[in-house]
């Protein structure tokens, strides 16, 4: 432990530990930081959402107790010493901010404005890596001072690596390498031959510790797509860490039984740093899916479809600086599962648990059997359904997650079969560039174009039998008449133009918040997204809420059966022209979280802003 986190953590350790210390959330970083690493003070935020409106410092209100309270104006430095000046001398304070800056080993020049408790940015930017760096490889004595104990703790590194994915040449990559240090070792689950990390499993209720160093050269954060976790914990793209840092994760799995993911979150390099090799399954379990029997072991498989370009050389390639691209989004010519080419799946003559995610960064899949038998739907994003459900075809777009019943017990060893992606309108996308040119096979494979995905071929004879249960779960009916804001849901306008995409005319701002993305703790609310863009810019956008699971109310302008919205979900499809209603409650964990365009180009470029749940007592 750099003497650092030391300094700060005896120094937070004198604070009178019922005090609640009441912060603008945008503005005191330093405040933010000893939040994220749990120590004595509980963190809330400031009535007036100060940054929002004056992009600045305004108003910081401290309470001692319960009973007291004032508001200072002032600078946020001020209010740093101001803070530290309750349990410690201002020499000390000083001698804090020397050791800051020394065991930073940052240049001379950053050290004096430092000193000199200089502006805002440099003393956040100071001290953000910092704090990084006091994590990096010193785990142990910070970890020591949160008082959590994890039922798992894990060790995750993203690190550029090569694959041999074709013969010849190994395709360079990035991928997350992941490691079991207390729990069961079973619980990490590396797929063979593949760049995508490996599988995390956990169950509900569970405590679950996370070590993330990021080894590859350009900054990078972990968002769990899907679990409900505090701010701190979600991979904002504002927790970024450089190369060589690390981020301690440390909460616990609350959600249901479900396929969830991770992948990185920095903002403007999403896109890239998945499309590099940069994600992984999150695989939660809890009684309630126990008790059903469901195919497991070898029987549940997971199915990360991708799509991907690869030169002549069997390297990766990608959109670099072509705007007009980006707007489309990237489309690969080659479809990989578990990041194999080529993928056919041997099954037994028994039923399977299919778990599928799009991992693709834009490209939107029309899932069917190629033998036409009807897909059987058990779960969706947030976890197993109420009943199983029946479609002839499903959409999936990136980063939603879908689980099949799949019995092959009365096909036939030999017999195979394959799902599909069918043809459909890709909007805008449909006709967009693609990344040809490569050794793929299908070079024009538009947004919407006919494709087999992978095969699976009946291998094997197997007495096993299981029937798929007619009540899954409890989900429970959707009281839309319970939002507090049922006469007036807050409407969200999807937009790309001028080389952006845009969420009610704005694009993404690092820590802001509209007035109209402000929610308060413990309320319900329905909001309503709308994708009207047409012509050129009619294209299909998946919106993804952090955080939060929540419930489809209704649709809009919807002309196909593809969706299926039974259950709880993350990330909704738009296609151009649909209009969507959602409830989300907003029931824990205060803060900044994000909502965006799931096509990771699209989000790459801005189409991605900041909710912000404001604490219950505000
Ligand atoms: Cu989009």
Redesign the pocket.
Same mark, same amino acid.
């Given at each position: 432990m750099t003497a650092l986190f030391k300094i700060l953590t005896e120094t937070v350790s004198t604070f009178p530990v019922d005090s609640a210390v009441r912060q603008c959330f945008a503005c005191c970083e330093v405040l933010q930081l000893l939040a994220a690493a749990r120590l004595v003070f509980d963190l809330e935020t400031c009535r007036r959402s100060c940054f929002v409106r004056t992009a600045g410092i305004r108003n910081f209100i401290f309470r001692s107790g319960a009973t007291t309270s004032r508001s200072i104006k002032s600078s946020y430095d001020f209010i740093f010493i101001k803070w530290i000046g309750y349990s410690i001398k201002a020499s000390n304070m000083k001698k804090l901010t020397k050791n800051l800056i020394l065991e930073a080993g940052k240049d001379r020049r950053q050290f004096l404005k430092l000193a000199g408790y200089g502006a805002l940015g440099l003393i956040a930017g100071g001290i953000r890596p910092l704090l990084g760096q006091s994590a990096a490889g010193q785990h142990g004595d910070a970890i020591s001072k949160t008082g959590f104990v994890p039922d798992l703790d894990i060790s995750l590194v993203s690190r550029p690596g090569e694959l041999a994915i074709f013969p010849g040449a190994a395709t360079q990559i990035w991928q997350y390498h992941a490691e079991v240090i207390k729990g069961d070792k079973h619980r990490v689950v590396n797929l063979s031959r593949s760049y995508l990390g490996p599988i995390i499993k956990a169950r509900q209720g569970e405590k679950i510790r996370i070590r993330f160093t990021n080894s590859i050269p350009e900054k990078s954060i972990v968002h769990w797509h899907g679990l409900h976790v505090p701010e701190a914990m979600d991979g904002h793209p504002r927790y970024v860490i450089p190369e060589g840092n690390s981020y301690l994760y440390e909460f616990e799995v609350k959600n249901r039984a479900g396929t969830y993911w991770y992948h990185p979150h920095p903002h403007g390099r999403t896109g890239p740093q998945v499309y590099g090799g940069l994600a992984g399954l999150f695989l939660v379990s809890d009684t309630e899916e126990q008790s059903l029997g469901l195919p497991d072991g070898e029987y549940d498989v997971p199915l990360v479809i991708q799509d991907r370009s690869f030169d002549r050389d069997n390297q990766l390639l990608y959109i670099s600086g072509n705007r007009m691209a980006q707007m489309t989004g990237f489309l690969g010519d080659s479809i990989l599962i578990n990041g194999r080419p080529d993928f056919t799946l041997p099954v037994s003559t028994t039923a399977y648990r299919l778990r599928l995610l799009n991992g693709s960064n834009s490209r939107i899949y029309k899932l069917a059997w190629r033998d036409n038998r009807p897909l059987t739907i058990i779960g969706t994003d947030g976890g197993l359904m109420e009943s199983p459900v029946s479609r002839s075809y499903v959409f999936l777009a990136p980063g939603e997650r879908i689980e099949l019943w799949s019995d092959f017990s009365d096909s036939p060893v030999g017999y195979e079969t394959a799902l599909m992606s069918l043809s459909f309108d890709g909007g805008r996308m449909g006709r967009g560039m693609m990344m040809g040119g490569g050794r793929g096979n299908n070079q024009t494979l538009s947004n919407g174009a006919k494709v087999s995905l992978f095969k699976f071929k009946v291998t094997k004879s197997v007495a096993i039998r299981k029937s798929l249960p007619q009540k899954l779960s409890e989900v429970g009916a959707i009281q839309e008449h319970e939002a507090d804001n049922y006469n007036r849901p807050r409407q969200f306008y999807?937009n790309m133009g001028h080389m952006q995409?845009m969420i009610n005319g704005r694009v993404f701002q690092m820590q802001g918040v509209a007035d109209e993305e402000i929610v308060q703790l413990g309320t319900k609310e329905i909001w309503e997204f709308i994708n009207n863009g047409g012509g050129m810019m009619a @294209? +299909? %956008? +998946?919106i993804h809420l952090h955080g939060k699971q929540f419930r489809v109310i209704e649709r809009q302008g919807v002309k196909h059966h593809g969706y299926v919205d039974e259950g709880w979900k993350d990330t909704v499809l738009l296609m151009p022209g649909e209009r969507i209603r959602i409830l989300v409650d907003f029931d824990d964990y205060p803060g900044l979280f994000l909502y965006h365009?799931h096509?990771l180009e %699209?989000e790459d470029m801005g @189409?991605m802003r900041n909710y912000y749940v404001r604490g219950a007592d505000l």
């Open positions: 999807l995409g @294209m +299909p %956008h +998946p365009c096509n %699209h @189409m």
